[in-house]
């Protein structure tokens, strides 16, 4: 089957979800299929660095819940009808708290980018893992908004002519957005910057010799993917109605390389079956097992090594297309 036409019918099913969930009486299905999605887009935002740049990034979920808090914090400070800094008002308009959850994302990545990108390989690493945590243990320390137990948000925040506390409007929101992500990133690893930063990831000598100057674009690329997983969280923020440090501990971030190793690394749709896999793997055995992650971790194994590029080749596999 076309390519295109595989596409078109499952974003088909993915629009009828709503109808389908209501006419199964399976209703927190809704609630499954978005955080899917939102968790899609953070693992891709990582996996555009780690698969396409060579950048393993074990800090990343810094930026999503950055992106989780921007949407509380504001949450917060328009509940309380107080300023943010002095002089920051607060709002619940999505329209403002989206766009500025991804350019704080972006400014948190610019600098922990600009400093760790001036290593590499296990530093790198351990940079981006300690950056996480110093944040995640600032936003523990700050009661005002919760401290340890994190904000709830209880209204999900507003678009314009449209019901957004419906939990349907919301998931076609979420549903509409990640579309327009992943398009926004395939052109994007398409581009001559793709192309250079998966020139950089594989011999960066050489293209240093050619005149490239790597660092810029490694960081530029690194702000991107911020970018996008500040967009996820705060995403997440308005599904679930509540902002919390965890979002920024170093096991998130390593749910979100799970993600990405078990989607396929370096591909545009593995990050998503990987976090479609991962999240519906886990809702299953939960339900069977308190012992549920010895199961997970069987099965992922099985998976990843018997794969051999994770569930993206294994499709390519049996579909005979290409990646």
Do not use: C
Not at 71 to 91: Q, R, S
Not at 220 to 226: H, Q, V
Not at 285 to 299: K, R, T, V, Y
Not at 313 to 318: D, F, I, K, S
Request: proline content about 2%.
């Amino acid at each position: 089957m076309n390519r295109r036409i595989l596409a078109a019918v499952l974003l088909v099913i993915l629009a009828a979800l709503p109808f389908i969930a209501q006419a199964t009486g399976q209703s927190a299905l809704l609630s499954l299929a978005s955080r899917i999605l939102i968790y899609g887009m953070a693992a891709a935002s990582l996996n555009f660095v780690l698969g396409y740049g060579g950048m393993v990034s074990f800090g990343h979920a810094a930026f999503f819940g950055i992106g989780g808090y921007v949407v509380g914090v504001l949450y917060h400070h328009a509940d309380t009808e107080t300023l943010f800094w002095g002089f920051i008002p607060g709002t619940t308009q999505m329209l403002i708290t989206l766009p500025a959850a991804i350019l704080v994302s972006g400014a948190f990545a610019a600098i922990i980018g600009a400093l760790s990108l001036r290593t590499g390989g296990v530093q790198f690493i351990m940079i981006t893992l300690a950056f996480a945590q110093m944040l995640f243990f600032l936003f523990v320390s700050l009661k005002t908004y919760g401290g340890e137990d994190g904000i709830i948000v209880r209204r999900t925040n507003e678009l314009p002519f449209l019901n957004t506390r419906d939990r349907a409007v919301m998931y076609w929101v979420v549903l509409a957005i990640t579309v327009a992500f992943a398009l926004g990133l395939r052109r994007l690893t398409k581009s001559s910057f793709g192309t250079v930063i998966s020139g950089i990831r594989q011999n960066e000598r050489r293209m240093a010799a050619l005149g490239i100057p790597a660092y810029r674009y490694k960081l530029f690329a690194f702000i991107l993917s911020g970018m996008g997983a500040g967009l996820a969280g705060a995403l997440m923020v308005n599904v679930l109605r509540f902002a919390s440090p965890d979002m920024m501990h170093w096991t998130k971030s390593g749910e979100l390389m799970i993600m990405v190793i078990l989607g396929g690394v370096g591909t545009l749709v593995g990050p998503f079956l990987g976090a479609a896999a991962l999240l519906s793997l886990e809702s299953v055995l939960a339900s069977w097992s308190e012992h549920w992650p010895l199961a997970m971790g069987l099965i992922l194994l099985v998976v990843v090594l018997g794969t051999k590029g994770g569930l993206m080749a294994l499709v390519t596999r049996l579909t005979g297309g290409r990646k």
